[in-house]
Each structure stands twice: as C-alpha cells, then as structure tokens.
C-alpha cells in the first residue's frame, strides 16, 4: 500500500481526471460514501453526529458523508463553517445534491451557537480541512478545532484531520484531536511521524475508485504481514542446512555477552542455517550455553572488549552481523574498520558498531556488497551530525538522502520503522507495540534481519519482512500470554515460532 504526500495526492486525482476520465464530482460521490460505509462501524443509530464541513474536496465529501448518512437514518446535524462564496466546484455541486435532497445546513455564525450543538452530541466528524493545509488554522476554524477538541465526545475525521499536515518536516501547527480518521486512498506521510500520528487516532483507509494501473508510482509504501506472506521464500524438500545461510555475528564481550547471544538465538530461530559467533575468548563460555546450535570464533581482547586485526577467520561466509555487544573501545573500532574495508558479504552493522562507523562512513560507500544499518533515531543522529528532533520531524527525507549518499540499506527504527534502500526506495513497518521499548529489543531484531537477509534473493523484502516478523511476534505475545509491561526481548525469540508457523500456514 502506497504513502503519499500532498503533491502526490494531487497527481493522483489528476490522473483519474487525465488518464481515466473520472469527473472529480464522481470521485468525490465515491469518495464520501466510501468513508460514510467506514464510519457507520463507530456510529450507532441513537448518536447525536456533528458533520463539521469547509471548502475544497475535504468540504465537498463532508457533504456526500452527511448525506448518505441522513438517508441511512441517523440523526445528522450539517455545520458549514466557512462562508457560502468559499464552496466552489465539485464542492459546490455536492452541496446543491445535499440541499435539492431535502437536507438543510447550519452555517456558522458564532462559536456559541456551535457549542451548544457540541454539548448535545455524541460524535463530531470533522471535514473541515484536507492535505491542502499551510501552517496554522485561522479563524474560525482555529477556534471551532479548539472547542471540539474540548468535548467529551469520538471524534472522526475525513482522510487526515484539520491542521494536520500531510507531508513531513512541519511541526508548528495545531489540529483536531481525532480518536478515528478514515484514511482515503492512500495514508499520507503524517500518519507515521512522531509528532502528528497521534492526532489521527486509530484508522483505516478506504478504496474509492482510483485509476490504480494509470497512477503515478511513489516508490513508498506501507509493508504489512500479508505482504511477507506473498514475499517470505518457501524451503524447498530437498533443501540442507547450506541452502539457507551461512553467517557469522561478530560481538559481544566480557562484560555484555548477553547482547550477542540474542541475537544469534534470534537468527537461530529465524531459520539461518549455520551460525558462527565471533567473540571475545573469555565470553565464549558464558554465550555458548546459550546457543548450543552455533559454533565459536576466539577473537582478541583489550580492556574485556573486542579487537584485532586479522580477519581471515571471517572470511567464507554468506553474510556478517557487526556491532552487539562489542563495546565502545578504540580496539573494537580498529576491528570494525577493518571488517569493513576487507570483509567482501552482505553485512548488517547494528549498536555499537553504529556508533563507531561515524568515522569510516567514506569506507562503507566504497563497499561492493551489500551493507545494511539499523539504527534507532538517537543512532542515525550521531551518524548524520543532525538532532533527534531533526531527525524525527523528516526521517523520510533524511533516510532517503542518506542511504542514497553511502550506498546502504538503512533501517530507521522506531513505531514506524522506515526500510530504504540505496535507490531510494522505502517501506514501512508499524507493527509491534510498546512491549518492545526494553533492552535487547534491537539485538533480537538484528538477529531476524540477518537471518532473512541469508534466505532471500531480495535484500529490501528480506528487511521488511523481518521488521514485521519481529513486531507482530509482540503483538501476538501481548494478545496471549505478556503485557507490554513484562514482555522481554528473550520472550520475542521464543514466540517467533508461533509467527513463522501463522504465516508459514496462511501461505498455503
């Protein structure tokens, strides 16, 4: 499923118009009903329902939704917030069907008369304002948004809610509080942004009638559990442990070998075939009981953390994790440094190997195999000199910029984990849930993605399916067995094999 921004939203529409002949008063027709058909599943017919209606297309659906839900029999009161002259075009048509069909609208005089309609209702829907926004609601609107916003009722919105901007890198504005927003077409960026996904509420997005084979590409999409059914490789019969990976995880240390271990219990279970852990001498014993599947590399040691030189015990493999657990010592940047620049496989560089790579940046562009980052927001911060907040107000771009600028794959984690590759294009993941705000939850993700990075022809599938992998088995530990308070990162591990089992089987 496509992101879209407001440009591209645009084009769309355009294009149903260009390409398709889809008159835009038809659209809008499907447009409103498709969201009416969305919303009755929160409305019950005793509901007193505000329908809060402004210009443009966001208008004009406020008029189709009003309408068909005055004809299905609920009780809806049609507030028009902005002047007459300001409802033009399709718009203006949907509003002469709405009148011409026995319905009348209040327009907006005073905010007090509009607040004495609040106190009596049950429900306000709000398609006041669309993707169109520029910085801060004026007035009325500011004012009307205020006042809802203070009621003790469920608030819904049409396609994003008013003020809310649909693209990223806006952080100065104000909005409607919505509990549900009936997403059309397409989710817009702001839905997976820190600071403006929680005004929409829970949502859903609804089909209305676009062109899809006529629609400009976005090269951005949402990335969902049905998506890794379609895309996870199926082991063939006649397949042996060499068929499906051959990878070594280097980390871990004397005095943090539980980092490494999880994630190559992780990979374990998330079906690579052989695993070789690198660690340091001493660590060995205390990791190994841990992973009695995996074999052991000595490495060197200084001030209880890895270093070394030499890396002809990592050559032969499949692929290579870097960085749990391996600490912050000048020998264990002195090793990354030369993995990186000697070690030719698909390679993952995850924590502290993160934090030593700012440095060596230049190397990884120079790589000819693949190279994979996963860092949380703070991580990607100290990689790219910008603030968290930077980096949370616009991670699409900043992610997109950077990975096309070193040549890497980057996993930008988070509630929406954002997956772009070097040609720019992204994915995203919103499943898991705050269950996994513990320690160990990156390692354990690192140990998924490097496993499927082993098994699959298509590096980009292979990182989307392994970050909905990770959070779904949350999710599905949450419903049954943990709450997000007691979850561990080691109870993901062992839940994984219900998830690969669920998507294994619906696949059939």
């Known amino acids: ?8 939203m645009y084009e769309w529409d355009r294009a149903a118009l260009d390409a398709a002949g889809i008159e835009g008063k038809m659209l809008m027709e499907s447009a409103g009903r498709a969201v009416a058909d969305d919303m009755v599943h929160h409305i019950r017919k005793q509901d007193k329902v505000i329908v809060l209606i402004g210009s443009g297309n966001n208008g004009g659906d406020g008029f189709v939704i009003a309408r068909t839900l005055l004809n299905r029999g609920y009780d809806i009161e049609a507030w028009q917030v902005v002047p007459d002259e300001k409802i033009t ?25 509009l607040q004495l309609s ?22 009325p609107i500011a004012e009307i948004v205020e006042a809802a916003n203070g009621h003790s009722v469920f608030r819904m919105a049409v396609d994003l809610p008013s003020g809310v901007p649909a693209d990223e890198g806006i952080v100065d504005f104000d909005a409607f509080h919505a509990d549900y927003t009936t997403v059309i077409a397409a989710p817009k960026m702001s839905a997976f942004l820190q600071h403006s996904r929680p005004y929409y509420g829970d949502y859903c997005i609804v089909e ?50 539980g980092s490494i271990a999880m994630a190559g219990r992780a990979a374990l279970r998330s079906g690579v075939g052989l695993l070789t852990i690198a660690t340091v001498e001493r660590a060995i014993s205390s990791i190994s009981p841990y992973l009695q599947e995996a074999t052991f590399v000595g490495m060197e040691e200084e001030e209880c953390a890895l270093t070394g030189q030499a890396t002809d015990q990592l050559s032969g493999y499949d692929g290579i994790a870097v960085g749990m657990g391996m600490g912050r010592k000048r020998g264990a940047k002195r090793l990354l440094e030369v993995i990186v620049q000697e070690v030719e496989a698909p390679m993952l560089i995850d924590a502290d190997g993160l934090y030593h790579l700012k440095e060596i940046l230049d190397v990884v562009r120079e790589r000819k195999s693949p190279t994979v980052l996963t860092p949380h927001p703070g991580e990607f911060a100290h990689l790219t000199g910008l603030s968290i907040q930077d980096v949370l107000q616009s991670p699409f771009s900043y992610s997109r910029e950077f990975a096309a600028k070193y040549g890497v794959y980057l996993v930008l984690k988070g509630p929406s984990t954002i997956i772009t590759s070097p040609d720019g294009e992204q994915r995203v993941d919103v499943s898991g849930n705050a269950g996994l705000a513990k320690g160990g939850s990156g390692d354990v993700l690192s140990g998924v993605l490097f496993a499927m990075m082993l098994q699959s022809d298509s590096l980009l599938d292979a990182l989307s399916n392994g970050c909905v992998i990770h959070g779904c088995t949350a999710e599905s530990l949450t419903e049954e067995k943990h ?26």
């Open 118 to 139: 609040f106190q009596n209702a049950d429900i306000i829907i709000d398609a006041m304002v669309g993707i169109g926004v520029k910085g801060r609601l004026r007035t």
């Open 208 to 257: 209305i009638g676009l062109p899809i084979r006529k629609l400009p590409p976005v090269n951005r999409g949402l990335w969902r559990k049905e998506d890794v059914r379609r895309t996870l490789p199926v082991r063939g019969e006649n397949s042996h442990k060499g068929s499906h990976g051959k990878g070594v995880m280097v980390g871990g240390s004397l005095l943090m070998p």
């Open 1 to 8: 499923m496509d992101i879209v921004t407001a440009q591209e």
């Open 89 to 113: 075009g399709d718009a203006r048509v949907h509003k002469d069907i709405f009148v011409a069909s026995g319905f009348s609208v209040n327009l907006y005089s005073s905010l007090e008369e």
């Open 483 to 508: 709450s997000k308070r007691d979850l561990l990162a080691s109870d993901v591990i062992e839940g994984l094999s219900r998830t690969f089992r669920t998507i294994s089987s619906a696949s059939r």
